[in-house]
T-cell receptor
Framework: DTEVTQTPKHLVMGMTNKKSLKCEQHMGHRAMYWYKQKAKKPPELMFVYSYEKLSINESVPSRFSPECPNSSLLNLHLHALQPEDSALYLC??????????????FGPGTRLTVL | AQSVSQHNHHVILSEAASLELGCNYS??????LFWYVQYPGQHLQLLLK??????LVKGIKGFEAEFIKSKFSFNLRKPSVQWSDTAEYFCAVRGRGNKLVFGAGTILRVKS
């Protein structure tokens, strides 16, 4: 299994809603990532988890709250988002060894629209 | 801080034409470089990567890239493109903390 899966594929939410994005991988990867990709822009890193611990937070607003319940799952909890947070949210995973250290496998993304 | 610059935002080629997409990076540490491709409606996929050794790396689907340290470049090439190569191509550099920094992307359209 070389897939990273993400649910839901599409999400529309209001600014007062609370929702969660989910990501799952079964490749035994111990690093997982959240990226944000706005239209016609490259992906931008939000968070990195290594061995289920948050290792990088790229100064993301607190209305985005990541969670890594186990080595296969990564969640992104959303609360009180703004319309400018509308984007494609990508999850990725990778090994944590020296050779394949950063070959990241990406999921298909969740397209989020905030009304 | 790491940065990646891709020279062309849009490229249009006819089938069988040769392709070269430019990528320059800025990073002071050990360099790991990548090219990812995003086909229409699909997720990001790794085309090829450079970690060390032979600076000419071969990837999937006939793509290759050459790492030229003196020019801080990692250009992507393919001798003969196909209509199915229509996609967006991203160059990326691995920075501190396992972070990937992407270039702005190049949209390639191949005319059949």
């Amino acid at each position: 299994d070389t897939e990273v899966t993400q649910t839901p594929k599409h999400l529309v939410m209001g600014m007062t809603n609370k929702k969660s994005l989910k990501c799952e991988q079964h490749m035994g990867h111990r690093a997982m990532y959240w990226y944000k990709q706005k239209a016609k822009k490259p992906p931008e890193l939000m968070f990195v988890y290594s061995y289920e611990k948050l290792s990088i937070n790229e100064s993301v607003p607190s209305r985005f709250s990541p969670e890594c319940p186990n080595s296969s799952l990564l969640n992104l909890h959303l609360h009180a988002l703004q319309p400018e947070d509308s984007a494609l949210y990508l999850c990725a995973s990778s090994q944590l060894d020296l050779i394949t250290y950063n070959e990241q496998f990406f999921g298909p993304g969740t397209r989020l629209t905030v009304l | 801080a790491q940065s990646v610059s891709q020279h062309n935002h849009h490229v249009i080629l006819s089938e069988a034409a040769s392709l070269e997409l430019g990528c320059n990076y800025s990073y002071g540490g050990t360099v790991n470089l990548f090219w990812y491709v995003q086909y229409p409606g699909q997720h990001l996929q790794l085309l090829l990567k450079y970690f060390s050794g032979d600076p000419l790396v071969k990837g999937i689907k006939g793509f290759e890239a050459e790492f030229i340290k003196s020019k801080f470049s990692f250009n992507l090439r393919k001798p003969s493109v196909q209509w199915s190569d229509t996609a967006e191509y991203f160059c990326a550099v691995r920075g501190r903390g396992n972070k990937l920094v992407f270039g702005a992307g190049t949209i390639l359209r191949v005319k059949s």
